[in-house]
């Protein structure tokens, strides 16, 4: 068997991989992240400070991160989409003249150089 073989040879970055996998894999799962936590390489996470606790409404109107409830949107009439259209529409042709009428401002020649008087 050659050693020179690049496919049976073991590159550095493999051992790194081999090695850190374990370890980045602490707070991945239920089994392995109790033992991260007794050996102190993952985090638990901490209970909320009492000024914390009293600053939250007890009626907080959010939707939890990771849920998969929805809640109902009001729909905006047509005639708003059609306002904000216009209004749209409106800011576009002000934005072009404003590029154009700059860009005929820059096709102006450049000033001729100063001239320096000689004594």
């Known amino acids: 068997m050659s050693f020179n073989n690049p496919m049976t040879r073991l590159r550095p970055w493999t051992v790194v991989l081999l090695a850190c ?3 980045l894999a602490g707070c991945a799962g239920d089994g392995i992240k109790g ?3 007794a050996t102190g390489l993952a985090t ?6 009492p000024f914390v606790k009293q600053a939250r409404r007890a009626d ?10 929805t809640r109902t949107a009001p729909r905006k009439p ?6 904000l259209e216009t209004q749209l529409e409106a800011k576009r042709l002000s934005n072009e003249a404003a590029g ?3 860009k005929v401002l820059g096709a102006t020649p450049p000033p001729a150089p100063a001239v320096i008087p000689t004594n």
């Open 60 to 69: 907080a109107d959010y939707i939890p991160v990771g849920s998969s409830v």
């Open 21 to 23: 996998g374990p370890f």
């Open 44 to 49: 638990t996470p901490q209970e909320s400070k």
């Open 100 to 102: 154009n009428q700059a």
């Open 35 to 37: 033992v991260a936590e």
């Open 78 to 83: 047509v005639a708003d989409f059609k306002t």
